[in-house]
């Protein structure tokens, strides 16, 4: 919940710092007002920070992270999507790798030739460890499409007139332009079914487009580590939910009929008191969320994830349309300017 105001007073012009915060710290207006912010909150069920220290804060993702308690492989596969977003180009994203405390080791002439490491972190993770879209081609494919550059440029059917083959040739000439024009026909059809005035627009279309997909592969890449954690988690919390018994049992007995019992469940107690263990890394306050109320939230994401899927495909056959009528178009009307200036050379020496 935010409450917004104006700093500046619209009668006076003077601020709210200078206008209202005189007096005691108790007694300012802007001390009143978090009391206020931190009531309300109270009243709708949301967190309020008690006893906030003097500590250098966080930015929103940083928070983010931390609050969804997830492992250190999701959290540097989130801090890495993050770095991609603000990259130029791969050796751009290199260097802002160490901006965000991201140790990372790049060498080309190695198999495993790119590694990560999250600051705390103890061991490097390799890219391939991470999944392949972390490879070393594959961030730098996502860094051109979530600029807008396309970098892939597909083969089309247009025919070179432009070959002294042709030129001397009426009929293989004659044929080329007949099907020339088809796949020129071809192209008008699809700026006609995508409402594409001129080359101009195309452009702007297919490269707009192609960021869409740059941003959709972002969110679907986000929401394929959620779900990998998730499963993660409730694979560990089905663990404890499982051997749960078999430690409430043991709590009941003493003695020799202890020292018994641990000897015979000793792989279930060992297994339940590492899963809690593992739990812990999560949630050190020891408040671990049911596998059920996990299995719910990965389903939720799922079912997002295959709208996503919908969304992402239907965009990529747009735009290999729009890619293929770019490029179509662009060979046509070179082909075509190529064999004027053919016709004009032959006409000069004529």
């Known amino acids: 919940m935010h409450c917004i105001f104006n700093n500046v007073n619209m009668f006076d012009g003077r601020t709210f710092e200078t206008?209202?915060?005189?007096?005691?710290k108790e007694n300012r207006s802007c001390k009143k007002l978090m009391n206020l912010s931190d009531e309300i909150c109270e009243n709708h069920g949301l967190s309020v920070i008690k006893n906030p220290e003097k500590t250098k804060g966080k930015s929103h993702y940083e928070w983010d992270m931390n609050r969804q308690n997830l492992s250190w492989k999701a959290?540097?596969?989130?801090?890495?999507?993050?770095?991609?977003?603000?990259?130029?180009d791969f050796e751009d994203f290199l260097k802002k790798c160490r901006l965000h405390n991201i140790e990372v080791v790049y060498n080309p002439e190695h198999v495993i030739d790119l590694k990560f490491r999250l600051d705390g972190q103890k061991k490097f993770a390799r890219a391939r460890t991470l999944g392949w879209y972390y490879e070393s081609k594959q961030i730098a494919r996502r860094i051109a499409m979530y600029k807008g550059v396309m970098t892939y440029i597909p083969k089309t059917d247009i025919?070179?007139?432009?070959?002294?083959?042709?030129?001397?040739?009426?009929?293989?000439?004659?044929?080329?332009?007949?099907?020339?024009m088809q796949e020129a026909s071809r192209v008008i059809n699809i700026l006609t079914k995508y409402k594409i005035e001129n080359n101009e627009h195309l452009e702007s279309v297919a490269l707009t487009d192609y960021s869409k997909i740059g941003a959709l592969s972002e969110e679907l890449n986000s929401l394929n580590t959620q779900i990998e954690d998730l499963s993660m988690k409730i694979k560990i919390a089905r663990k404890i939910q499982k051997?749960?018994?078999?430690?409430d049992e043991l709590k009941t007995l003493s003695g020799r009929k202890k020292s018994k019992f641990e000897k015979e469940h000793q792989a279930e107690i060992s297994g339940y008191n590492q899963a809690v263990k593992q739990m812990k890394e999560f949630f050190p306050d020891g408040h671990f969320p049911t596998p059920d109320s996990m299995d719910k939230k990965r389903n939720a994401l799922i079912q997002e994830r295959?709208?996503?899927?919908?969304?992402y495909s239907d965009l990529k056959s747009t735009v290999a349309e729009l890619n293929y009528a770019r490029q179509t178009l662009a060979d046509y009307l070179r082909n075509e300017r190529n064999v004027q200036e053919m016709k004009r050379k032959k006409g000069d020496l004529e």
């Open 159 to 180: 025919i070179r007139t432009d070959t002294d083959k042709m030129q001397f040739s009426s009929g293989l000439e004659r044929w080329a332009d007949i099907k020339n």
């Open 19 to 24: 206008h209202e915060n005189q007096g005691t």
């Open 243 to 247: 051997y749960k018994p078999v430690t």
């Open 75 to 88: 959290k540097l596969k989130f801090a890495i999507d993050q770095v991609v977003k603000e990259s130029d």
């Open 306 to 311: 295959s709208e996503k899927n919908k969304e």
